[in-house]
């Protein structure tokens, strides 16, 4: 079946533009997670949603970074303003209900000039 | 310290050998612990799952879980060239909370 899917696959933008990322889960799975891996490092959790709303957010890194997520699918992750440290690949996963086993789409590379 | 250690190497081991990767963490409260493989600007890729401490057996796999020590492992049996890749621990609390809590990977090289 088909997998996590996230577009762009990559976006180079300039500091001080505003970038949005969009994850589209596995169908059913109403857990959804965003995490950012920069160069040489492991997994940044940002933030995670169960169906729409967000019990944990303690990830995001400034008030630039915010998401959403409608009908309890699609969700996009927003980067106000943008900064070089911003420059990163930013990855979703979802999960089924009550299961830890998160499926990894392939990530949108950012590049912040 | 990160709740989550994981030596980045690189790793390089000629094929057919056995290669073990591990981690080490300091919360208690985690449970669950899970293995995966990522490729070169590829998402990762779920690779082993376990539950509480234990072993399991997958194939060329075996992932070992000790709470006691905090200590977690990955065994590749007879290595294969495919198998080069970035090994990421994770682990989580439990099913109702949410996040993976990640190592910083292990840069692995079989070479023919």
Same mark, same amino acid.
């Given at each position: ?113 | ?41 590829? $998402? ?60 910083? $990977? ?7």
């Amino acid at each position: 079946g088909a997998g996590v899917s996230q577009s762009p696959s990559n976006k180079v933008t300039e500091k001080g533009k505003d970038v949005e990322l969009r994850c589209d889960p596995i169908s059913g799975h109403t857990a959804l997670y965003w995490y950012r891996q920069s160069l040489g490092q492991g997994l940044e959790f940002l933030i995670y949603f169960q169906g729409n709303s967000a019990p944990d957010k303690s990830g995001l890194p400034s008030d630039r970074f915010s998401a959403e997520r409608t009908g309890g699918s699609v969700s996009t992750l927003t980067i106000q303003r943008t900064q070089q440290e911003d420059s990163a690949v930013y990855l979703c996963a979802s999960s089924e209900p009550l299961r830890d086993t998160q499926y990894f789409g392939p990530g949108t590379r950012l590049t912040v000039l | 310290q990160k709740e989550v250690e994981q030596d980045p190497g690189p790793l390089s081991v000629p094929e057919g050998a056995i290669v073990s990767l591990n981690c080490t963490y300091s919360n208690s409260a985690f449970q669950y612990f899970m293995w995966y493989r990522q490729y070169s600007r590829k $998402g990762p890729e779920l690779l082993m799952y376990t539950y509480s401490s234990g072993n399991k057996e997958d194939g060329r796999f075996t992932a070992q879980v000790d709470k006691s020590s905090k200590y977690i492992s990955l065994f590749i049996r007879d290595s294969q060239p495919s198998d080069s890749a970035t090994y990421l621990c994770a682990m989580s609390r439990g099913s109702t909370l949410g996040r993976l809590y990640f190592g910083r $990977g292990t840069q692995l090289t079989v070479w023919p």
